[in-house]
């Protein structure tokens, strides 16, 4: 049996662009680097974090950089040893270093995205928003941004309890939050680095796109489970129009 003929995809007989049913019918999306266009702030508030607790952060920008897309909480108990004291020291420097950033207008949504998000909902698709930043961040960003009511929820670690990428559980918290599908197949994941190509593989998800406005290219993206790689998050409603059709 064809995984075709698992998944149904019935198609709306007046308009053959616009499935009733979609088979991806849960669609979960990144930001940073994906939906939104944040000039490097993560390394520049990872500095200032670094910084204020006396640490260099030459010495650890290209773990830092290995590991875009993790929680930051996880990369900083590695950075530290285990050291959860130290850690959660760093991470509180980090996200007050980051909100900052944010509050003085360094972000913007990557060219396209809101677009693609409005389309991927008139699709009939269910979209949701995570971040491995922790929630205080996350709506910084979605109100500089004016993007609070841009979907119907929008996920950080702690929401999944705990652990962010490359585990799969924001993926599968979408899923049990929203009940958007029925079957993690009819998941559609998207983000730019290889954690976040991980999450949704792990995840289960029957697509996986990588694309490459943010952190890591389309080798690493594809080494790390990417089914598809796109140039922006813009292309992705059009791609899924026509794996449907």
């Given amino acids: 049996m064809t995984e075709s003929t698992l998944i149904e995809n019935p198609v709306n007989p007046t308009n053959a662009t616009t499935p009733v049913n979609p088979t991806y019918g849960l669609v979960v999306l990144d930001m940073a680097g994906t939906t939104v266009a944040d000039g490097g702030l993560v390394e520049r508030a990872f500095s200032a974090a670094a910084e204020r607790l006396g640490e ?15 929680s930051k909480i996880s990369v900083f108990r590695h950075l530290f040893g285990g050291d959860e004291q130290r850690a959660q020291q760093a991470n509180l420097a980090f996200e007050e270093a980051y909100g900052e950033l944010v509050s003085g207008g360094l972000i913007a949504p990557i060219p396209g995205a809101a677009e693609a ?4 909902k008139e699709q009939g698709r269910t979209v949701v928003l995570t971040t491995g930043f922790a929630r205080v961040t996350q709506d910084a960003i979605l109100d500089a941004l004016g993007w609070r009511d841009l979907v119907e929820l929008t996920l950080c670690p702690a929401d999944a309890g705990g652990r962010g990428r490359p585990y799969p559980d924001m993926v599968l918290a979408a899923l049990l939050r929203t009940g958007a599908v029925d079957d993690v197949r009819r998941i559609a994941v998207a983000g730019d680095t290889s954690y976040d190509m991980l999450s949704g593989s792990r995840a289960g998800a029957g697509l996986v796109a990588g694309v490459l406005t943010g952190a890591h290219g389309e080798s690493a993206l594809e080494e790390h489970g ?6 922006s ?6 791609l899924l129009r026509e794996l449907e059709a």
Avoid at 226 to 231: E, I
């Fill in 56 to 70: 260099d952060p030459a010495t650890m920008i290209d773990y830092v950089r290995a590991t875009m897309g993790e």
């Fill in 117 to 120: 998000v409005a389309t991927l």
């Fill in 226 to 231: 990417a089914t598809h790689v796109l140039a």
């Fill in 233 to 238: 998050i813009a292309e992705l409603p059009a």
